[in-house]
């Protein structure tokens, strides 16, 4: 839980698609490009650390105005080159996650970073509901609006089943701090309400995740694992043509049936209440 985010995401970019350059115009921060997955091409985007960042608070990996804007751009350009094409046919964007947040700092907020984070969340949102296959694949961390921001918004989401793998809100320590409580005892309740933990597996129990992968190694993937990824990437593809272009799988699954009770009973209130008035 440690490693510096990023390096899994540019690690797995690198190995899904052999490019690890980003491109004329956009930050260094940003990884974009097109590369085959089954038999079909599909864009692969990924936020990466850039230690020379102009905006101090997305050097260690955080998604920031550039990060978000470069994101969308890439995402609205797809979207618009596939608009006249049919469903079957509106190529996958394959989002890698290794983020640690939204930049949060100064000049970010004077500038609107929650404008930027909007417009990259809602392109893929509308990639998504023009039809495109939207996959996340969870390297590393995918935290608070760093997630929101990319990724978050897709069709079916996959990640590793390891310790380096960290999928909430907020980081640890902010957590213990807000709700008054020391790291341990926040770790002891996360074991007791599933998500208020911070392990992958109980994650897998909301019924949010497509599949859970294995990586010896998940920073230094073998040609197998990377094999294994690729299969598991295109089954993702293809359950989400077959799906609705909606959220819905994630509540409707059987895992979330299982865990989410409260919150789907909660839903089925409000949705009474909205579809009475």
């Known amino acids: 839980m440690n490693e510096q985010a990023g390096l899994r995401g540019k690690a797995w970019f690198k190995s899904l698609t052999g490019s690890a350059t980003p491109n004329s115009g956009d930050p260094n921060s940003v990884l974009a490009t097109t590369a085959a997955v089954g038999d079909e091409s ?40 596939d608009r006249d094409k049919p469903r079957e046919a509106k190529r996958p964007i394959i989002a890698i996650v290794d983020v640690k947040s939204q930049a949060y700092g100064r000049r970010e907020e004077t500038a609107g970073i929650f404008f930027a984070a909007a417009t990259s969340a809602d392109a893929y949102a509308s990639a998504r509901m023009a ?34 793998i960290v999928i909430h809100a907020m980081h640890k ?17 996360g074991h007791e309400i599933a998500p208020m933990s911070y392990d992958v597996r109980d994650y897998a129990k909301l019924g949010l995740l497509f599949k859970l992968l294995h990586a010896d190694d998940p920073q230094h993937p073998t040609s197998n694992e990377v094999a294994e990824v690729r299969k598991a990437i295109t089954e993702a593809i293809a359950d989400a043509r077959r799906g609705k272009l909606d959220l819905s799988n994630r509540w409707e699954s059987d895992a979330a049936k299982t865990m989410r009770k409260g919150t789907l009973a909660v839903r089925a209130a409000l949705e009474a209440q909205w579809f009475n008035e």
């Open 42 to 81: 599909a864009l692969f985007l990924c936020v990466v650390p850039d230690k020379d960042s102009r905006f101090p608070c997305v050097r260690d990996g955080q998604v920031g105005l550039e990060e978000a804007f470069a994101l969308a751009t890439h995402v609205r350009a797809v979207i618009a080159e």
């Open 131 to 164: 039809g495109h296959p939207v996959i996340s694949l969870i390297a590393g961390h995918a935290f608070s609006g760093g997630f929101l921001t990319h990724g978050y918004q897709a069709n079916r989401i996959l990640a590793f089943d390891d310790s380096g």
């Open 173 to 189: 320590e902010a957590a213990a701090r807000i709700t008054r409580r020391s790291v341990a005892e926040l770790e002891k309740l």
